[in-house]
Structure formats: structure tokens, C-alpha cells
């Protein structure tokens, strides 16, 4: 672990120094600000956790649909190996985890963004979420907990905020036994990052899919708010059969009872450049990014994202919206894209 001076002198930054040295780590406290990692290979940075100080370009929230109303980044970069990492060719340099000590500066963005936004607050199927804050976009804060401690923090700020808002994280983790006594007050929703087992090559470094579902029915229990994040869903061979399992394992993890379950449901896409990175990074994968039943797809700003063809979109989104109806009623999808 590395820690700047800037992020030394937090207190939170500290305390992750301490969490990591008592964790046995080798903590290495830098003179100054600068990460000289420039030519640290994918191996190296994939193993380095960096404890700096957010700037002011990074508390600035932006929304984030269709997730969230906002984005409120705890740290950059994650520790996981996935195949088709939504992270490649957006974060720039090495592929190290950047940790942010600065968290009461970054706490004291939230509620001047209370009652704003496009997706939930303004939204009459979501309105009941209030003012969503997604904390997961850049990384995975519940793989890195044990030694941040900035996912506990954020859950207990919103457990105190008495006010209509809701903290939402999604997962490829477990490790939920710290989070369960937490006063959250049904404030924060939790997600499990799923798919099939036969996908599992493709998602190195996390934990099983039949762990995540332990963990979540488990967070379920404890009174948080859960839900599901089928990402990315993968047109391979024999998918109808794969991801039928996978929603038996759901029906299988509840075991009868009817929690207030999301689902979220997101195609895997990717970019020319997030292609060139990932296969530079893995390039034994099997994953297929090839053009065969691909399409282009155009932002606003001109950049290009391959996504699924027309047909193919609408065979695995109607399979998914019968199968959900009839295995998991309960549940509610919030979006597919």
C-alpha cells in the first residue's frame, strides 16, 4: 500500500494505513503526492493500493443513469480481474486502486444534491428510492473494505441522515459480516453482481456467485434493501440454459420469502478502446468481442460502443422478462440496457 503526505494527514486516511499494516500489508508512506507508477505493469498496478486525496474534479458528483441520481466515488479502480471490466479505457495510467482519505469532504457534497437529479427523484415508478447516490461506479467498495473502512462509513452517514435518500452499492463480493449490525435504517440497497458459473473464468479474483447470493439474502435479513445486477449478460452458446440456472440459484438463496428485490439487467457492450486495453490485459480470454451479431451505437459525443444486434437485444430481453415473472414475481426490474 502506498499513501501519500496529503492523505497521511486525514484521519480516515490514517486509519486505513493502521487497517492495513494490522492486516499485515506493507504500507509505504510516499514524501509527497506524486504516484510514480508510470510504467508499472498490469500485474504490479492490479496489486497496488494507493491511499490519496480526491480532488475537487473527483467530489464533484455527476449523475449516473440509469442507475442513480449520482455518482459518489469512494475510491478509483478495483482489485478484481474481469475479462470485460467496464473500468478498462475510462481510468487513466496503470490499473492501480486509488482509495480516498478525504471522506468528510466527500460526505459534504451529498446533501446540497438532495431532491435533484433525473432518475429517482424525479421519477413516479422510483420515487419511493428518494434521492439515490450510487457508490460503485468506479470501483467495488465491498472488495476493498476490510481495509478502507469507507463503505461502513458511508452506510452509517446515511443510516443517520434522516432525510428521503438512499445509498446504493452493487458487488462481486461476500465479505458483508462487518455491514450487517450497521445503523443503516433501510436507507442503503445492496446489490449482487452476478452470472452464471460457466461465466466464472471471466470474473477472476471476486467471489462465487453462490457466495454473493449467501451474502446478500444474508444483508436481506439484516434489513437493508437488495437486489440483483445480471451484468453483463453474455450471448454465448447455450445462454438460455445458463442464465435459467442462475435465476433458479436466486429462487434457491430466498428460499420462499419475497424481499424487496431490484434487478437490474445490462448487456455486455464495450468500446474500440476498452477492447484494446482488456485484450492487452487478458489476452488468453475467450470472451468474444468479435463483430459477429454486433452493432454500433453512437453517444452524443460520437464515441462508438459495440452492443448486441436488434434480434439478439430482443430474444435475451424477453427471455428475461418472462422468466423473472414467473420465478422471482416478486421482484422488481428497474431497467434494461
Not at 504490479?44 to 480532488?55: R, Y
Not at 465479505?175 to 453482481?193: T, Y
Not at 453462490?210 to 439474502?217: E, F, K, N, S, T
Request: proline share 8%; with cysteine.
Amino acid at each position: 500500500m502506498l499513501v501519500t503526505k496529503s492523505a497521511a494527514a486525514w484521519p480516515h486516511g490514517a486509519s486505513i494505513a493502521a487497517r492495513a499494516a494490522a492486516l499485515g500489508c506493507e504500507v509505504v508512506q510516499l514524501p509527497g503526492d506524486r504516484l510514480a507508477l508510470g510504467d508499472a505493469r498490469y500485474a504490479e498496478a492490479k496489486s497496488t493500493l494507493a491511499v490519496t486525496v480526491a480532488p475537487p474534479s473527483r467530489r464533484r458528483l455527476q449523475p449516473i443513469p440509469p442507475s442513480a441520481d449520482w455518482r459518489v466515488d469512494l475510491a478509483e479502480g478495483c482489485p478484481a480481474h474481469c475479462a470485460y471490466c467496464y473500468l478498462a479505457g475510462s481510468l487513466k495510467g496503470p490499473p492501480i486502486t486509488r482509495v480516498y482519505a478525504n471522506l468528510p469532504e466527500i460526505m459534504a457534497e451529498l446533501p446540497t444534491h438532495l431532491g435533484t437529479g433525473t432518475i429517482t427523484s424525479r421519477s413516479e415508478a422510483r420515487a419511493d428510492e428518494g434521492t439515490t447516490f450510487e457508490a460503485s461506479c468506479y470501483t467495488d467498495p465491498l472488495g476493498i473494505e476490510p481495509v478502507t473502512g469507507s463503505l461502513s462509513a458511508l452506510i452509517r452517514y446515511f443510516g443517520a441522515w434522516d432525510a428521503p435518500a438512499q445509498l446504493r452499492f452493487t458487488t462481486k463480493f461476500a465479505d458483508v459480516g462487518p455491514l450487517l449490525s450497521l445503523p443503516h435504517h433501510g436507507r442503503v440497497r445492496m446489490r449482487a453482481s452476478i452470472n452464471p458459473a460457466a461465466y466464472a473464468r471471466y470474473e477472476g479474483g471476486t467471489a462465487p456467485v453462490a457466495d454473493r447470493l449467501r451474502a446478500l439474502r444474508r444483508m436481506a435479513d439484516a434489513g437493508y434493501l437488495v437486489g440483483l445486477t445480471i451484468a453483463p449478460i453474455i450471448a454465448a452458446p447455450g445462454w438460455q440454459d445458463a442464465y435459467a440456472e442462475l435465476i433458479e440459484q436466486v429462487v434457491a438463496a430466498f428460499d420462499g420469502s419475497a424481499p424487496d428485490l431490484t434487478v437490474e439487467l445490462i448487456t455486455h457492450r464495450f468500446t474500440p478502446g476498452s477492447r484494446d486495453v482488456l485484450q492487452s490485459w487478458y489476452p488468453g480470454s475467450r470472451l468474444d468481442m468479435g463483430p459477429a451479431g454486433r452493432t454500433e451505437k453512437r453517444n452524443k459525443y460520437g464515441g462508438i460502443k459495440h452492443v448486441y444486434d436488434r434480434e439478439t437485444m430482443r430474444e435475451l430481453r424477453t427471455f428475461f422478462a418472462e422468466r423473472i415473472a414467473v420465478r422471482l414475481p416478486y421482484a422488481r426490474v428497474l431497467y434494461w440496457t
